[in-house]
């Protein structure tokens, strides 16, 4: 028999013992052929529709098995407090600026380049990513060929700001380089790679608030001018982020709102292209230690900084790259459009599954002229409790995909679990048979051979015999 005969043979035994709908028909004896096409067709086109289907819904289990539900039930929450860092407005501490300058230059007040030094190391210091101007006046200086990074924080001043919550909490400030220089940041858990001398490895989870009729607030003073940058717990602060400029006499009350986003139990064992979003602790580059959007933005700017001007600015010391001298400082101050808007191309990030937006409702500024407030400056953000936050959970799990495919192949088959068992046991049966049978007829062939063998002996052994009578 013919392979082909065979395969046809083995088809039409299938045809008619499956349970599966309508193949029956296709191998019933006494059938016309133009009845068997039709049955063909049928069966195929069935066939098609479970296979396309099931792909679908494989596809959806694969790619975008979540969903971020609106959640309600507001009076049994807990929300997170905001993360702040804080800037001075003048980041020179004068006592440190003279053992810097004398250490790198041996220049001591009174000298007649002192002068020239303090203003590089003051805009140094002072500069922040969108203004670089200073550095026009230095450019061409070979004596100014020094560790920026490690001269801005030589010449930092210490942290003097007074924190406040509105519960009993003890908050740790974390020294950490920012896009404006040295800055101070608390209850932010994704300050590992900005934190200076490594002292951003975190612990803890970010500061909340119960939900409750008493206000939850942080309050700040100061007694000296003080950029404060209010941002997400889960992220850094970025350039562009809310920021609240003080000065002296100050007296600021802001309003704030938040919208959280959070995860179910289950969320967290997807992959991260599944899920569509980043934990903190999925950094995106081995040179990092943590992962947020403002990460993710700063590493934009990083590329973009080293196509401009072949260098990355120094506030981004943990990149792997080189980093700019004063002249490719300069060259970076003539692109400060281009690096506010990432040069006009898209930064693609990934969203955190685990995130809080801060925004201002109202601000309320009052002066101090006498009294405490007088040489002091002091601003309160008040969090208004939210009432509905964003929930990512997962609608598609492996038990419905699986029913799908079920729910596919009875509709379009009318098969069941068993069918597709049976149709296993069937492809099983035949190839154990199909070996059971080429193994009988070695076992025959080495009969038939050990029979020859035995005549062909006991024919010479006859043909001796005779020779010797």
């Known amino acids: 028999m013919t392979r082909w005969k065979y395969l046809i043979k083995c088809v039409k035994e299938f045809c008619l013992q499956t349970n599966i709908n309508g193949f029956n028909h296709i191998a019933m004896p006494r059938r016309h052929w133009l009845e068997r096409v039709l049955w063909v067709l049928i069966s195929g086109s069935a066939i098609w529709g479970v296979v396309e289907v099931s792909l679908g819904q494989f596809q959806r289990y694969n790619e975008n098995p979540t969903v971020v539900t609106l959640e309600k039930d507001f009076r049994s929450w807990r929300f997170a407090l905001p993360g702040v860092t804080i800037c001075d407005q003048d980041r020179v501490n004068p006592e440190k600026m003279v053992q810097v300058i004398k250490k790198h230059w041996q220049v001591k007040p009174g000298d007649n380049k002192y002068a020239y030094y303090s203003r590089f190391v003051t805009t140094v210091a002072n500069s922040d990513?969108?203004?670089?101007?200073?550095?026009?006046?230095?450019?061409?200086?070979?004596?100014?060929?020094?560790?920026?990074?490690?001269?801005?924080?030589?010449?930092?001043?210490?942290?003097?700001?007074?924190?406040?919550?509105?519960?009993?909490?003890?908050?740790?400030?974390?020294?950490?380089?920012?896009?404006?220089?040295?800055?101070?940041?608390?209850?932010?858990?994704?300050?590992?790679?900005?934190?200076?001398?490594?002292?951003?490895?975190?612990?803890?989870?970010?500061?909340?608030?119960?939900?409750?009729?008493?206000?939850?607030?942080?309050?700040?003073?100061?007694?000296?001018?003080?950029?404060?940058?209010?941002?997400?717990?889960?992220?850094?602060?970025e350039l562009t982020s809310l920021v609240s400029r003080t000065f002296l006499t100050l007296n600021r009350i802001t309003e704030l709102s938040v919208m959280e986003t959070r995860t179910g139990r289950e969320v967290r064992i997807l992959r991260p292209q599944r899920r569509r979003c980043l934990y903190n602790d999925e950094p995106m580059g081995k040179d990092r230690q943590v992962y947020s959007t403002n990460t993710c933005r700063l590493s934009c700017r990083i590329k973009l900084a080293l196509q401009l001007c072949g260098c990355r600015p120094f506030y981004y010391f943990y990149?792997?790259?080189?980093?700019?001298?004063?002249?490719?400082?300069w060259c970076l101050a003539g692109h400060s459009?281009?690096?506010?808007?990432?040069?006009?191309?898209?930064?693609?990030?990934?969203?955190?599954?685990?995130?809080?937006?801060f925004r201002e409702i109202s601000i309320v500024d009052q002066l101090w002229d006498r009294g405490p407030f007088q040489n002091r400056a002091a601003v309160r953000f008040t969090v208004q409790a939210p009432r509905t936050r964003y929930t990512r959970e997962i609608v598609f799990h492996f038990e419905d995909l699986v029913v799908s495919f079920g729910g596919a192949a009875?509709?379009?088959?009318?098969?069941?679990?068993?069918?597709?068992?049976e149709i296993f046991y069937f492809i099983l049966d035949k190839i154990i048979k199909a070996f059971q049978k080429k193994s009988n007829i070695m076992v025959a062939r080495s009969f038939k051979n050990g029979n020859r063998i035995m005549v062909k002996s006991r024919i010479n052994l006859r043909k001796s015999q005779f020779r010797l009578n």
């Open 410 to 421: 009875g509709l379009f088959l009318g098969a069941s679990f068993i069918s597709f068992v």
């Open 337 to 357: 459009q281009q690096l506010a808007n990432f040069g006009g191309v898209r930064c693609v990030c990934n969203q955190q599954c685990v995130d809080a937006v």
């Open 319 to 329: 990149a792997e790259s080189k980093p700019c001298d004063v002249a490719g400082m």
């Open 129 to 237: 990513l969108f203004h670089l101007d200073g550095y026009q006046e230095f450019m061409h200086d070979e004596e100014l060929d020094v560790d920026l990074y490690q001269l801005t924080i030589d010449v930092s001043p210490e942290q003097q700001v007074k924190t406040t919550w509105s519960r009993d909490i003890t908050a740790k400030w974390t020294p950490v380089m920012t896009e404006a220089g040295v800055c101070y940041s608390i209850n932010s858990v994704a300050t590992a790679d900005v934190a200076i001398n490594n002292t951003g490895i975190v612990t803890f989870d970010p500061f909340t608030c119960k939900y409750s009729s008493l206000s939850c607030y942080v309050m700040f003073e100061s007694p000296k001018p003080i950029d404060i940058y209010v941002h997400s717990p889960y992220d850094i602060m």
